[in-house]
């Protein structure tokens, strides 16, 4: 079935390291981004990709780093320099110009 | 900085009865207006999107936008427990780019009482 899959659903870290999430989609769409959900917010960009090999910073990239080395491929990197990581992160995907994003089922990291 | 702005609720309305939510926003020239539904602990899902001004409907949802009030609603019919969840309004902006950026409200959370 085509859809959007990410990888861990629950994450626990430890402050001061690295994790990666992974976002995989089967969709063929040329865009994928990545939100942050806190409890009470809306969804907040991170990162977005529309092709491969370029993406560009949301509104809350720092701490993140992504890389787009396939088209079905976007992993986020939740580095130390994050100060507050604690959220549930979706990927997503659309067709370019499209306001009708397909969601994976997130992925909820939790530093302890 | 645009703007998407949705009341929190709870909207609490019982079996049968219509669900009205409303979202106003900042930004004249958004083109593109969505409703997005997400189930606690679960991820956002596309339920509803509305490019002119008027009504759309699609079964029991219908989205409604007045692009001269910027305001856009959706109307639940015959609302079901099953349509608990919260709901989201989400925007299109335009960054210098050119990429078409959704900005989404807080979502308003709705329960319906068999």
């Known amino acids: 079935d085509g859809g959007i899959t990410q990888s861990p659903k629950y994450l626990f870290r430890k402050e001061g390291q690295n994790v990666t999430l992974s976002c995989e989609q089967n969709?063929?769409?040329?865009?994928m981004y990545w939100y942050r959900q806190d409890p009470g917010q809306g969804l907040r960009l991170i990162y977005y990709s529309q092709i491969v090999n370029d993406f560009q910073k949301g509104d809350i990239a720092e701490g993140y780093s992504v890389s787009r080395e396939k088209k079905e491929s976007f992993p986020l990197t939740v580095t130390s320099a994050q100060k507050n990581p604690t959220a549930f992160y979706l990927c997503?995907?659309?067709?370019?110009?499209?306001?009708?994003?397909?969601f994976g089922e997130g992925s909820r990291l939790t530093v302890l | 900085q645009k703007e998407v702005e949705q009341n929190s609720g709870p909207l609490s309305v019982p079996e049968g009865a219509i669900a009205s939510l409303n979202c106003t926003y900042s930004d004249r020239v958004s083109q593109s207006f969505f409703w997005y539904r997400q189930y606690s602990g679960k991820s956002p899902e596309l339920i509803m999107s509305?490019?002119?001004?008027g009504d759309k409907e699609d079964g029991r949802f219908t989205a409604q936008l007045n692009k001269a009030s910027q305001y856009v609603s959706l109307l639940i019919r015959d609302s079901q427990p099953s349509d608990s969840a919260t709901y989201l309004c989400?925007?299109?902006?335009?960054?210098?780019?050119?990429?078409?950026?959704?900005?989404f409200g807080t979502g308003t959370r709705l329960l319906v009482s068999p």
């Open positions: 997503a995907s659309s067709p370019l110009k499209s306001g009708e994003l397909f």
């Open positions: 509305i490019y002119s001004n």
């Open positions: 989400a925007v299109n902006g335009f960054e210098n780019t050119g990429f078409q950026k959704l900005v």
């Open positions: 969709l063929n769409h040329d865009a």
